[in-house]
């Protein structure tokens, strides 16, 4: 489809406004940022914006001192915001629960207290595993209140992936809950986390949320619920926000990448805040009377900026769901936007080609007309999923805002703006870069690849949201992100520019899956995998799926005396289920008698995945880099597949 079938009215000269804001950006980035910070409230307002004396570790706003959970609470109760709605939050049961911005000042401040009273310091580590309830923002916000930097971690994760993550924080608090509900079944957490803190000594206490009332067992002198520390604490109870210096850390979160164990993406204070305060503004052109829902878990960065600290900033209401998507029926969304009246739905390509599969009727059934914009996330969007959204929720009357980002860049880097000047859509193209990103697509060579050739996605100058280091490994913080092309940050990601200068992205450049969205490395599943008694070696691929995007399928090399069945496929998956979760399980496990593998030891992944994606022979000549025709051919055979 072009872009002039679309009723977006051009203006006299379609981008004018936002190229002028970006230019200004761009060419006076200290003055600029300087005038931007100031929408926050800071205890002491900076020295210098931008400190770049120890490339690549940029320090924003250095002298600056502000606290995170001020500027999301205590700044709104002192004006008309003091009683409105920051959450409304539906469990998957239809339990409605609404919180006022003065009510999550309260929770927050009794909760900083009961964690001050446990030992919390500025600078220790809170580690949070929790469902998609409002007691998990309260954490959040508790410890940043103490200048405690706190690690979320994704409540799909296994207690083994639990554990390196509390491990390598050397967190010293544990918030948890007794279990999380889908479909009506619990995920006993409490369990999981037990299980998790047998190998993790660091951490000294642990509250537990009274959620799915499962029964659990409770560490005697370590656990204690939640409700009982809260109600042991005043209702006006009053704890200072500390006084935290821009770039101290506000959380670690863990991440997937090419290489080891998930890697600790350390986000600091005062860059962090303003640059998703700011996106969030640009992006949707938020306001006061909308009903922002962002359907991301706040275990990823997703909920994090834009469930937590964007949305609470900018003093809007937010919804917040807790459940299955298609529970009890595939409406379960259209429901609730209807009954919420929600405004602005932001999601995923994966939720939409599956709401897509589900067929239009489960939408049409539904008053959708409070919505004003619809936005997109995580992973590459298809021109078809793009134009269903546009057009079955949209009535292709909605602008479909698709964000490109990362967890390392802390917000939105490349996405239509509506706060400024909506530039005419094309279905599946992220747009341009916002105020304050500067991005090259390169060739292998670190030359700009010419428009409309596939290249590499980096970004050469810092930016106030991006990742400060990677928790206790400045040497990998450098590899992985400044060393592909030296001193600019690589993203991993494929990308086109076409001739109008609108971004396409292609997908990762490396060897991480996005599943249904999710981040996930493919060693991660490949040590998952070699750590079952029955497996010798294993190489892990990611092949297209129709809704989820990747998924992963396993290739592995049997011990000895084992043989290849089902039974053994079933217990595997098991097995990788419980040492990462649920999102790591490979759709297909193939059973083979040899990896292929060049000369020089490396797995032939593309061979892989084209066995997998069923290229002909012809085709796999050229697959891999270093490899003879004939040494390729030998692999596949010695591998017992077959190809084309
Ligand atoms: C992919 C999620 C295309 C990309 C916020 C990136 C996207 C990775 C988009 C980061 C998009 C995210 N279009 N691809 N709009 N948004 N991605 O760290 O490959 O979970 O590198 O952060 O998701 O995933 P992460």
């Given amino acids: 489809m072009s872009e002039t079938s679309l009723p977006f009215h051009m203006k006299f000269e379609p981008g004018k406004l936002r190229k002028e804001e970006w230019e200004r950006s761009i060419k006076d980035p200290e003055g600029y940022w300087d005038e931007k910070a100031r929408a926050l409230d800071w205890f ?105 930097p706190h690690v979320v971690v994704f409540s799909g994760f296994s207690a083994e992936a639990l554990a390196d993550r509390i491990n390598n924080a050397g967190a010293k608090i544990l918030v948890t809950a007794d279990g999380s509900l889908r479909r009506g079944k619990v ?30 067992s409770m560490k005697e002198g370590r656990d204690l619920f939640y409700s009982d520390a809260i109600n042991g604490v005043p209702a006006n109870t009053y704890v200072k926000p500390e006084p935290t210096n821009s770039s101290d850390p506000l959380f670690l979160l863990y991440t997937s990448g090419t290489t080891g164990k998930p890697k600790g993406v350390e986000h600091g204070t005062g860059g962090y805040l303003v640059w998703v305060y700011w996106t969030l503004k640009w992006a949707f052109d938020v306001n006061d009377t909308d ?46 936007v209807e009954r919420h009246g929600v405004t602005i739905i932001y999601t995923s390509p994966t939720a939409i080609r599956m709401f897509m599969k589900f067929g239009d009727d489960w939408v049409l059934r539904h008053d959708v007309s409070t ?47 509506l706060g400024i000047e909506l530039v005419p859509l094309k279905p599946g193209s992220a747009t341009f870069p916002l105020p304050g990103i500067l991005s090259e697509v390169l060739d292998d060579n670190g030359d700009p690849a010419p428009d409309g050739q596939r290249g590499y996605l980096v970004i050469k100058t810092p930016w106030p949201g991006m990742l400060q280091t990677l928790w206790q490994d400045p040497e990998r913080y450098k590899t992985v992100y400044f060393s592909r092309f030296e001193g600019t940050y690589y993203t991993s990601d494929y990308a086109i520019r076409d001739p109008d200068g609108y971004i396409w992205f292609l997908g990762r450049a490396d060897e991480v899956l996005k599943v249904a969205g999710h981040r996930i490395g493919t060693v991660e599943i ?57 999102i790591a399980v490979p759709a297909d496990i193939m059973f083979v008698n040899k990896l292929p593998k060049t000369r020089s030891g490396k797995i032939m992944r593309r061979l892989l995945k084209a066995v997998v994606g069923g290229a002909s022979l ?27």
């Fill in 44 to 148: 002491k307002t900076w020295d210098k914006v931008l400190d770049e004396s120890n490339k690549p570790f940029y320090k924003w706003f250095v002298g600056g001192v502000l606290n995170a959970s001020y500027n999301c609470l205590d700044r709104h109760i002192k004006t008309d915001k003091k009683n409105k709605v920051a959450y409304i939050w539906e469990g998957e049961d239809g339990q409605v629960k609404t919180i006022t911005y003065y009510q999550l000042y309260r929770e927050v401040n009794k909760l900083a207290k009961v964690l001050q009273d446990l030992g919390v310091r500025r600078g220790d580590r809170i580690a949070l595993y929790l469902p998609m309830i409002p007691e998990l923002p309260i954490a959040m916000l508790a410890a940043a209140r103490l200048g405690a």
């Fill in 526 to 582: 490949e040590s998952a995998l070699v750590s079952h008694p029955s497996i010798a070696e294993a190489a892990v691929i990611g092949k297209a799926d129709e809704i989820k995007g990747d998924v992963p399928v396993a290739f592995v090399v049997l011990r000895g005396n084992y043989m290849p069945s089902d039974a053994l496929k079933a217990e595997v998956s098991k097995h990788i289920r419980n040492t990462v979760g649920p």
């Fill in 618 to 644: 012809g085709d796999i000549s050229t697959l891999e880099d270093g490899a003879s025709v004939e040494e390729v051919k030998k692999a596949l055979e010695e591998m017992g597949g077959r190809i084309g």
């Fill in 291 to 336: 009903i922002w829902w962002c359907t991301a878990d706040i275990g990823w960065i997703t909920g994090h900026s834009y469930v937590v600290y964007a949305p609470l900033m900018l003093g809007l209401t937010s919804f917040m769901y807790d459940g299955a998507p298609d529970a009890p029926q595939p409406d379960r969304w259209w429901d609730m």
């Fill in 371 to 417: 919505l004003r914009a619809l936005g997109t996330v995580g992973e590459p969007i298809n021109p078809e999923a793009w134009l269903w959204y546009y057009r079955t929720l949209g009535k292709e009357k909605l602008p479909i805002i698709d964000t490109w980002w990362q967890t390392e860049t802390g917000g939105f880097m490349i996405s239509p703006t």
């Fill in 187 to 216: 995920i006993e957490l409490k369990k999981i986390a037990d299980a998790a803190l047998e190998k993790s000594p660091s951490v000294e206490k642990v509250l537990v949320v009274k959620y799915a009332g499962n029964n659990i």
